[in-house]
């Protein structure tokens, strides 16, 4: 393998790294909500949601005491968008960590993720965006 090869690869892997495994989810969306089918969240448990005029999705997260979890993937220091590594929510920027329920676990951000109600309605996951009940 030539050095020039070498190198082309490395930054292939890099740059999938930590996100590669979660899926994106296009919702369906109606006033204040965005609607997914549950199995959409697949045998992980977890997908960004994602309207085309969303800056940022939301990453979804079915927690180990098998509550659904919504938070808005956007850092609360600058605006990156934290990826899922392990156990927490990751920001590759300046390297803020947060828990999957938006909580800062690691600094510089000081404020946590903005995180949304959940319902589970049938089949359906159902994030409120703008408050439970708002239409
Ligand atoms: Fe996330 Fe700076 S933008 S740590």
Do not use: K, N
């Not at 020039?4 to 890099?14: I, P, T, W, Y």
């Not at 808005?72 to 590594?85: F, I, R």
Request: aromatic share 6%.
């Amino acid at each position: 393998m030539l050095r020039r090869d070498f190198v082309v690869l490395g930054v292939s892997a890099l740059s999938l790294g930590g996100c590669a495994g979660v899926r994106y989810v296009a919702p369906r969306a109606s006033p204040g909500r965005l609607v997914i089918a549950l199995a959409d969240l697949g045998d992980d448990g977890q997908a960004f949601v994602q309207t085309p005029d969303m800056q940022r999705p939301v990453y979804l997260r079915r927690l180990a005491s098998g509550e659904i979890v919504a938070v808005l993937a956007s850092c609360t220091h600058q605006g990156c968008q934290p990826e899922p590594v392990a156990d927490r929510l990751a920001c590759p920027c300046h390297g803020s960590e947060f828990s999957f329920e938006g909580l800062v676990l690691q600094g510089p951000a000081e404020r946590p993720l903005t995180r949304y109600d959940v319902t589970e309605e049938g089949g359906d996951v159902v994030v409120w965006l703008a408050g439970r009940g708002a239409a």
